[in-house]
């Protein structure tokens, strides 16, 4: 069955950086995208871009244009994503979600991983 | 302040109806799919409806979506205790080029 597995809760301090893990399984790694979604405690979700797996391609959100990279190593079906010069705000739960094409070039998000926690704290 | 909006709780009896509004805009809803995510509590989000009206398999029939226009709606039929939990509503965004969600609706069964 698809599965997404993402690696642990990371504690990093201001101004620092996190990088998250996704490993794909049960489906052709490159027949997807990925999205990373994030959901800052008791809060909503928030979508943070998208990668093409397959040519490395990535699309992020304005809001975290500059701080955020995603991405892959076919070798593994993992991609990674990582942000930097975190802040507190940056507290949350990231998701990785597999991207299905509605309709070119728009991925919409069916399987999601478990989530990772990641705390920013001094 | 989401981009697409949905009330932020909902509530029912077992057995009952109850609906879910998700109000957007002609750069989202009103151009493109709308989807729905169930996350139940302590868990990740779970894809619950797609392409406006869609069920993934496993999902009951229960669980129906529809849109009109700018604004969507899920309605969750045979309310059960299990169904407690938070439902966002979700469309690509012509103007912001990515994706959008609703704040979020809590579902309380009474």
């Known amino acids: 069955q698809v599965q997404l597995v993402q690696s642990g809760a990371e504690v990093k301090k201001p101004g620092a950086s996190v990088k998250v893990s996704c490993r794909a399984s049960g489906y052709t790694f490159g027949s997807y995208y990925m999205h990373w979604v994030r959901q800052a405690p008791g809060q909503g979700l928030e979508w943070m871009g998208i990668?093409?797996?397959?040519?490395?391609?990535?699309r992020y959100t304005q809001r975290l244009q500059g701080r955020v990279t995603m991405t892959r190593d076919t070798s593994t079906s993992t991609v990674y994503m990582e942000l930097s010069s975190l802040r507190s705000e940056d507290t949350a739960v990231y998701y990785c979600?597999?991207?299905?094409?509605?309709?070119?070039?728009?991925?919409?998000?069916?399987?999601w991983g478990k989530g990772t926690t990641v705390t920013v704290s001094s | 302040q989401s981009v697409l909006t949905q009330p932020p709780s909902a509530s029912g009896t077992p057995g009952q109806r109850v609906t879910i509004s998700c109000s957007g805009s002609s750069s989202n809803i009103g151009s493109y799919y709308v989807y729905w995510y169930q996350q139940l509590p302590g868990t990740a989000p779970k894809l619950l409806i797609y392409k406006n009206n869609q069920r993934p398999s496993g999902v009951p029939d229960r669980f129906s979506g529809s849109k009109s226009g700018t604004s969507a709606s899920l309605a969750i039929s045979g309310l059960r205790s299990e169904d407690e939990a938070d439902y966002y509503c979700?469309?690509?965004?012509?103007?912001?080029?990515?994706?959008?969600f609703g704040g979020g609706t809590k579902l309380t069964v009474l």
């Open positions: 979600v597999r991207g299905t094409q509605e309709r070119y070039p728009i991925y919409y998000m069916d399987v």
């Open positions: 990668m093409n797996p397959s040519g490395g391609s990535t």
């Open positions: 979700a469309a690509w965004d012509d103007s912001l080029s990515g994706w959008v």
